[in-house]
């Protein structure tokens, strides 16, 4: 807790006060903001970091990895120039989390040729309020921890009080992060979406979800589980591929705004997996923050520097990512 929230009657500190200011000043700068592990209340398979420690999502890459051979072909084909669109208001995912009260639905799904709906049987929870993305994804995100359940929806609609879906997936919280028809590649449609909280603290713990309009037909790798890429080009990516931002670049003397540099030190930490196709060369999923109306982006992304939707960040050298083999 900040000191700047303790309110005092008495004129003096306490004596406990006295020493939480002292500890603090020798805790080292790189501890709070940009560092590069998770804070201690952002745990593995919660809402607020879903998915197993050890799910694709949770895990770093490292300075010296492995590249792709054709890595240099593939980030060329993100030029002129590459940057990391972000997706924030028509195809930014609104992530709900249920508790004991909210509402439940029995929710259909329109399409049926693509297998047994994934929500059949279940009673499935949607606050009240709840809204999907207004892109044509419909996109939504319920996540309900009693249950360990993060319930996906693609192309959601309600009619008056009842809830239906084209597809969708569920899946657990302290699972691989990956599986079902929430996305292209079969990755869940929370997997890797920057939260607003993690904007706000100035740290992503974990790797990102991309999308790029050169995404491969037919080929795919895991942790994908399918695509739904349509580039036959011979310099295409593949859904399922991972990117990483050169861990060498010194983002802090670059002049960065709080935003851009807390998506590069992912992208250098984490990396990002193409999970879907967009209609840019190269994308990143962010919450839709409730809050924000129209095509505002909402206080904190403005705060932390965005602009406005399909911000490209465009201060950080995206010309230097690598594709991990």
């Known amino acids: 807790m900040s000191t700047n929230h303790i309110r005092r009657r008495t004129g003096h500190r306490p004596r406990y006060l006295r020493m939480l200011i ?32 050890s799910a694709p999502w949770n895990t770093t890459i490292g300075h010296y990895p492995s590249t792709d051979p054709r890595s240099a072909q593939m980030v060329r084909s ?12 028509e195809f930014g995912i609104p992530v709900y989390v249920a508790g004991r009260s909210t ?10 040729t693509w297998g047994p709906c994934p929500f059949s049987g279940l009673s499935v929870p949607v606050p009240n309020g709840a809204r999907p993305s207004t892109g044509s994804d419909s996109a939504m995100v319920v996540v309900d921890e009693r249950t360990n359940a993060v319930y996906e929806f693609w192309r959601v609609h309600k009619q008056g009080r009842s809830w239906s879906a084209a597809f969708g997936a569920v ?10 028809a929430a996305t292209g590649s079969g990755a869940s449609r929370l997997g890797g979406v920057v939260r607003l909280a993690e ?5 992503i713990p974990h790797a990102l979800a991309l999308q790029t309009n050169n995404a491969c037909a037919v080929v795919f790798r895991s942790p994908a589980i399918k695509t739904d890429g349509r580039s036959a080009r011979s310099d295409c990516i593949p859904e399922g591929a ?4 050169d861990p060498s670049i010194d983002l802090n003397s670059l002049g960065l705004t709080p935003a851009e540099r807390t998506v590069a030190t992912a992208m250098q930490r984490y990396g ?8 840019s060369a190269l994308s990143v999923s962010f919450e839709r923050d409730p809050a924000a109306s129209g095509n505002h982006i909402g206080g904190i992304y ?24």
């Open 78 to 89: 993100l030029q002129p120039p590459v940057a990391l669109h972000t997706s924030i208001v």
């Open 171 to 180: 899946n657990t919280l302290t699972g691989s992060g990956w599986g079902g």
């Open 22 to 53: 002292v500890l603090s000043a020798l805790i080292p700068a790189t501890v709070c903001a940009g560092s590069y592990s998770a804070s201690a209340d952002v745990r593995s398979g919660t809402a607020a970091r879903p998915f197993a420690a």
């Open 272 to 279: 990002g997996y193409i999970v879907d196709i967009g209609s």
């Open 199 to 203: 904007i706000a603290r100035g740290n």
């Open 302 to 325: 403005r705060n932390a520097g965005l602009r406005w939707d399909y911000d490209s960040l465009g201060g950080v050298p995206w010309n230097r990512l690598r594709v991990v083999k």
């Open 103 to 112: 509402p439940r639905y029995s929710v259909p799904c329109r399409v049926t």
């Open 242 to 245: 991972r990117l990483q931002l």
